[in-house]
């Protein structure tokens, strides 16, 4: 149990029982407990084991270690409503140690969930297909704020639930109007406080101080591998608090429960996020207690029973959840209602006072946008050559200052990017002088992976109450990469502008010179890859992207200064994924698309094509795969005409890998060598991107396509690099 | 200056002046200087701005604030030979933050290394094709150990090159024979202290105890965004002890040069690794100082020409390097040579004391292996079905327990890997009693990006001197992925054993399912993702990875048995990329291509095209496209026939993306959605990999590929979803 004076609450509040040591410590039995928690407790911890014994599978041990932090949380601390999962003001919980996912569930079933049946409970590791309980938590199913598994990125999708709370309440919250006032609960594991994305997002939410945080440490220190200290033996609470973090120690966390109920209620009035570093055991009370083989695999029959008997349970039976564990859950549900009939009273009141506030509030709520958001967007373009980067600014510059939905951030590349805008106030906490939680402006420093996966949280908090945008260069969303593709398979909608995306970008050479990413995420499910390649087109893609509303988008544009097309490019054009450039009589000697930044390279090769050398060429641009595949078949045809037997070449300064669906052969990047660091023009050079050089080479194709029908059917690299 | 006494050296030291707030600090001028380091620092920071302002280019600020910390390891504490730049035991300089690379380039220039010709330096930011100074360090080039650029992979391959020094004097030194004794030295600027994979490598080090890491930190609080406090206010200095680093402080570290040499010869004798936090003023002395804009563009023209003024230079003269600036590190290629030639001759000695050890020493020095590590492959396998992951272990156990070469290690999935091998030892610091130095198993704990980051160190130790093998879940890879690529980019021979790598893995669910990583793995440069289908293939797998001595390797498998397809598959047919397991006469109906985990079963649906509807089927087995693409394009058409009309269709539990070069249609997985949580059959079947219904629908693609000629040039996807 928590020692000290809690009632002594304040923003240092630090209460240390025991060491942090990775000594032993003592199970007290039922000590402090009534004697329905310690029967809740015991229930639980049975019918973990039951569920995992089942199908002989699933992760039983830290479920069972966290037994009492669960009671503490859904029966004491949180609030939130059983019956109205959706209440927006809910506390959030996430689960980032997301293979423990039965603690989530049971206690889902036990508070009431209607949809967490016991049936359905008990379908864990069953084959059933529409089960609800999945191997790890899923945000489609009700009381599962974000789905975790891959580590860490639950605790920066909480950073991310945290902010979006913070900014609501900063926007919305009057005095004596408190619409905004959840607190968000997560639990992490060993692994999550390892992983990196974990450790970016403790040092960006200490800087926050989002003090609407709390993270609950399973402290077991037991992994796959064994020991905790086979591989980390840091002062965790030190290292917290040097990330600016309260730091709340619990010795007992498997039987605490009315410790961790004054812990968990005393983060709630701290000024700092809070830390609660709870010892528990893994397994606890069983044969393999505190061993790594409690953590990924069913404890086995012989465990199960002697569990069961030294709790007094009957080993024969299984699912066995007494009455008196019923009851103890049982008010949960009505105290769930009381709680949104007050909040709705207290909104009711709000909207006479504050009419425009709540009109916006309940707009944003709805998750829509004002419905004239697209006249916001420029409708022609300076006819100066324009970085696709500086146009995303263009287009996108006056959708961030109108629109309160943007939450844009960028890590550390605010001068690069063009993602601000002129009245833009930081995202800060006030006491820092930089910004206030009314700023929508976000310096993530250089923190790629956590920005991905906090706008994960921002977009998780409500459905469409947030539009995150993040920025970086192209290749760094390789570092951010796992956080996207979390976004992508939860449906979130959440925009990456990407720049710096060829080896157009020059000097920084090849460890900044994507090659082969786009290729990840033009694969990548529920996902738009969208590559404008003038002002116009980059239009097009901030359109299609903010119309993705459940899907994520990267927005890949240019570095440097790329000629406007004016009368060729289309922004409805975009939104198809591929259309036709210019168009020829029926027999054309060559379809050639260009693609992004390379596309004008393909506009100008066409002319010496046609001007120079006699050929019908057609000229189709391609900025997304995705988008093109969801049109109808007879469009695909007509806009490609491979299947007439034309032959199609795209350019591009990418790895070809992805085009052979489209295209007969690739001006492209060779994948024999990475790039270069060179001036962006003489790099375009270097790799036989010249106008000239690429003439010749698909001039030199055409003929080969026409002379070798045979031959028709393989995929031809036209490479061509400087030294080789 | 460091005050305290530092002849009282121990592992507790720690000497702090000034305060680790952001407060300003003011230069000190020349105070403590000799004359001759003063005019270095000067013309140093002269020429820095001289260099950037030539093309209007580069990281000026940065390399400026840095000069005193490099004036004090180049010349006074760092052992290295600039005419012998590979001398084995060398001191290993890694330049974190790699963008300030004209610090480095400079001095490797002033003190003698015989490529960097003062024409070379002046290339920076030109567009000379064969220049030495690229945008950021690259690992071809003389004194530079690591190609560094994207933040935070230089100080993990730093820790990667402690512990390959660590592993190396554990294994080779004897009582008077320090045969190894280089030390490691990593410049890190804000950036790497904030990116995930830098923080998982600080914790990672300070576990290890990797006392002969120093890392120097250039702190001048200043970012592209603007001052570092707009995202990162932690107490950096109790993070690091935190995490079991030694702390220094530095003060004034633009001028301090003697403060830092002791600083700097101190951290060579603590028990710990060492964090130099060094305050420094960005674009010192200029009218940018301390500001944004010195970060990341030159300084402008009238910037420059007052610092000349201000240092009493020439306004009117560039790249002046004053005779007394070249005499200060005239004596360096002397001593370098003078260190060589005592670490020879003690080499020499210790040749004939430890005549075993030394030639084990020496063949590893030149990169070999055993000739006969072949024949430690076994021939044959059980013929029970049995996991990839497993085979893995059949087949690179033996060869992990008899080659110091290998360092193994694992995120944590020891048990999960099949990577340990009986008489393992854990890499270990000797005090914690889990192992020692001399062990080549390595826990990395959940961290799979600095576990991919360290592997790049330790083969960059020295080449062929490690052959480091990672292994996770092959979808935690997308984790790791931008050290992958790191990896392949510096030709460094490094092993991933990626496992888990399909639907089949089952429950884990959506998160832990590959869908799309396979398309940036086989798109990668450089790079070889190799997927076997049985134990046979995955000899093969490992025989091509070994034998790829400049290419990273990712070896794919599975979680789930598979069927041993004896008689079919052939080792030696993996290192051909593909090959043919079943022919048919020359007019074949089909060739069916199986993958991975899936080749089994495109055996299997073969078979029932056969028997039960009278077809001709060729089977192929595809494990690798890249080794593939390197074969004459007479095998490729012979293995395939596509060019013949046979149509062709591969089965894979991915996304088609990138089969379209080789198949005409894909029984593969939807980029509509992710996988799904079901145990592995059952994930197999609803996604429509049951056997019967591939053949279904194989039969239908069939009979539309003989009855639309004109549609043989679209790719088909032959998906099925069990839901919808």
């Known amino acids: 149990m928590v020692s000290g004076i809690l009632s002594n ?74 019956h109205t999962p959706d209440w927006i003001n809910r506390d959030r919980f996430v689960l980032s140690n997301g293979h423990t996912c039965l603690f989530q569930y049971t206690f889902l079933h036990l508070t009431g969930y209607k949809d967490m049946t016991f049936e359905q409970l008990k379908s864990y590791h069953s084959d059933r297909v529409d089960a609800l309980c999945p191997g790890h938590p899923e945000i489609e199913h009700q009381g599962i704020e974000v789905t975790t598994g891959p580590l860490g990125q639950g605790i920066a999708n909480a950073v991310g639930l945290a902010m979006a709370s913070k900014s609501l ?149 299984r699912f066995v959840v007494p009455e008196a564990v019923r009851d103890f859950f049982k008010e949960l549900p009505q105290r769930g209602e009381a709680m949104v009939f007050r909040w709705r009273a207290i909104f009711d009141r709000y909207r006479e006072v504050y009419p425009t506030l709540a009109e916006d509030y309940t707009r944003r709520h709805g998750g829509d946008l004002p419905s004239d958001w697209e006249s916001l967007i420029p409708t022609e373009f300076p006819s100066k050559a324009t970085a696709t980067r500086a146009s995303s600014g263009l287009v996108f510059g006056p959708l961030a200052e109108s629109l309160g939905q943007f939450m844009v951030g960028t890590a550390d590349l605010e001068p690069s ?56 260069f192209f290749m760094f969303y390789l570092y951010a990469a ?47 890859y969208i590559r404008p390649g003038d002002s116009e087109e980059t239009a097009g893609a901030w359109m299609a992207a903010i119309k993705a509303r459940h899907m994520s988008s990267l927005i890949s544009t240019s570095r440097h200064a790329l000629p406007q097309l004016t009368g060729l490019t289309r922004r409805t054009g975009v939104a198809r994924g591929a259309y036709v450039l210019e168009e020829a009589p029926q027999k054309a000697d060559l379809t050639l698309i260009g693609v992004g930044a390379e596309l004008n390279l393909a506009v100008r090769v066409a002319t010496e094509l046609r001007t120079r050398h006699g050929l019908t060429v057609r000229t189709v641009s391609f900025p997304c795969q995705r988008l093109f595949e969801q049109q109808p078949p007879q469009y695909r045809r007509d806009v490609l005409r491979k299947h007439t037997g034309v032959p199609v070449v795209v350019v591009e300064a990418y790895a070809a890998n992805g085009w052979e669906r489209y295209a007969n052969a690739a001006v492209c990047m060779p994948t024999t060598r990475f790039g270069k660091s060179l001036p962006g023009p003489k790099a375009y050079e270097f790799f036989g991107f010249s106008v000239d050089s690429m003439v010749t080479r698909i001039l030199g194709f055409v003929n080969f396509f026409h002379a070798n029908p045979e031959m028709r059917v393989e995929f031809v690299e036209l490479t061509s690099v400087g030294d080789e």
Chains 1, 2 share one sequence.
């Open 9 to 82: 609450i304040n923003s240092e509040l630090e209460v240390v029982v025991g060491k942090s040591s990775q000594g032993d410590w003592k199970v007290k039995g039922t000590k402090g407990l009534t004697a329905a928690e310690d029967l809740v407790l015991k229930t639980f911890r049975v019918l973990i084991a039951d569920l995992c014994q089942q199908f002989n599978g699933g992760h039983p041990g830290g479920a069972m270690g966290m037994a009492a932090i669960g009671v503490a949380l859904w029966k004491y601390v949180m609030n939130y409503a059983p």
């Open 169 to 317: 309440a900063a926007k919305f919250n009057r005095p004596g109007f408190d619409i905004v006032s959840d607190h968000i609960w997560c639990m992490v594991g060993d692994a999550c406080l390892q992983e990196g994305v974990g450790l970016e997002a403790i040092s960006f939410a200490g800087h926050m101080r989002l003090n609407n945080l709390t993270v609950m440490y399973d402290n077991n220190q037991i992994t796959c591998d064994g020991p905790v200290n086979l591989t980390n033996t840091e002062d965790i609470n030190a290292k917290m608090r040097a990330c600016g973090w309260n730091v709340i120690e619990i010795s007992d966390g498997c039987w605490d429960v009315l410790g961790l109920v004054e812990a968990l209620e005393a983060s709630k009035h701290s000024a700092l996020p809070t830390f609660i570093n709870v010892h528990t055991v893994i397994g606890v009370d069983t044969s393999v207690a505190g061993n790594a083989v409690a953590h990924g695999a069913a404890i086995g029959t012989d465990a199960v029973a002697s569990l069961k008997q030294l709790y007094g349970f009957d080993p024969d039976r």
């Open 417 to 472: 990017v063009y993602m601000n805008w002129k009245t833009k106030e930081n995202f800060e906490p006030p006491e820092l002088g930089t910004g206030s939680y009314t700023g929508r402006f976000i310096h993530y420093g250089v923190r790629e992976h956590v920005m991905a996966a906090v706008s994960n949280g921002l977009a998780a908090y409500h459905p469409g109450m947030f539009i995150p945008v993040t920025s970086s």
């Open 482 to 528: 796992p956080a996207v593709r979390m976004g992508a398979l939860q449906h979130l909608q959440v925009i990456h502008a990407a720049t710096h995306d060829s080896i157009g970008m020059g000097e920084d050479g090849p460890t900044h010179q994507p090659i082969e990413l786009a290729a990840l995420y033009r694969t990548m499910p529920n996902f738009l």
